[in-house]
């Protein structure tokens, strides 16, 4: 099965902060890679497909990039809004996985 | 506006069964491939299994740990995606949420329910 670790685990920044989430897979996935947002209480939201695509009514500040075994999340103006823990997950095998999440929090 | 409703969660003791549901509606239920996610206390979110459509075969896949304990089925005629456990873990313990896969945007769990929860407990 494919691993996903997602560093770092906890981050605290400021409004306004460039933010930048990694997330490393066990072997290449390709571009294979999708990023999830979860507010407490509330089912995950997709926000970035294919490593890099914006879903549909995601605000630009937010970026994926990567491929093979390395990808990156980037927010690149923190909102109060984007306080939540953000997953990634790949969808090269079959059986998919997630990484372990990154808490976000606004000083 | 496409809808996902799970029902069926609840307590359980170690070795019992239950059966969740999950409700679609908003699109063409027969032509999409679901998932089953979890998320145990406090934890992360687990891919438990899929199903594909019937014209793919409905064929199914599932996490190691719940393999021959799971079931994933689907009743296109009434809407509706099952998963069936059986010999329950204290380590089930979760929210339980199914998912659409791929159904607009390719390879991803696009579509989410609000999630229920199932506690495996004596």
């Known amino acids: 099965d494919i691993q996903m670790t997602q560093s770092p685990s906890y981050l605290s920044a400021s409004v306004g902060d460039r933010v930048t989430i990694t997330c490393r897979a066990s072997?290449?996935?390709?571009?294979?890679l999708n990023w999830y947002q979860q507010k407490p209480g509330k089912a995950p939201k997709l926000l970035i497909y294919?490593?890099?695509t914006l879903q549909s009514g995601v605000p630009s500040r937010f970026s994926g990039g990567g491929s093979g075994t390395d990808f990156t999340l980037t927010i690149s103006s923190l909102q109060p809004e984007d306080s939540a823990t953000y997953y990634c997950?790949?969808?090269?095998?079959?059986?998919?996985?997630f990484g372990q999440g990154t808490k976000v929090e606004i000083k | 506006e496409v809808q996902l409703v799970e029902s069926g969660g609840g307590l359980v003791k170690p070795g019992g069964s239950l059966r969740l549901s999950c409700v679609a509606s908003?699109?063409?239920?027969?032509?999409?491939?679901m998932n089953w996610v979890r998320q145990g206390p406090g934890k992360g979110l687990e891919w438990v299994g899929r199903i594909a459509i019937k014209a793919d075969g409905g064929t199914t896949d599932y996490m190691t740990p719940v393999k021959g304990r799971f079931t994933i089925s689907r009743d296109d005629s009434k809407n509706t995606l099952y998963l069936q456990m059986n010999s329950l873990k204290t380590e089930d313990t979760a929210v339980y949420y199914c998912?659409?896969?791929?159904?607009?945007?390719?390879?991803?769990?696009?579509?989410w329910g609000q999630g229920t929860r199932v506690t495996v407990s004596s």
């Open positions: 072997q290449s996935i390709r571009r294979y």
């Open positions: 997950q790949q969808s090269f095998s079959t059986r998919y996985s």
């Open positions: 294919a490593a890099s």
């Open positions: 908003g699109f063409t239920f027969k032509n999409a491939q």
């Open positions: 998912t659409t896969d791929g159904h607009r945007v390719p390879a991803a769990c696009d579509f």
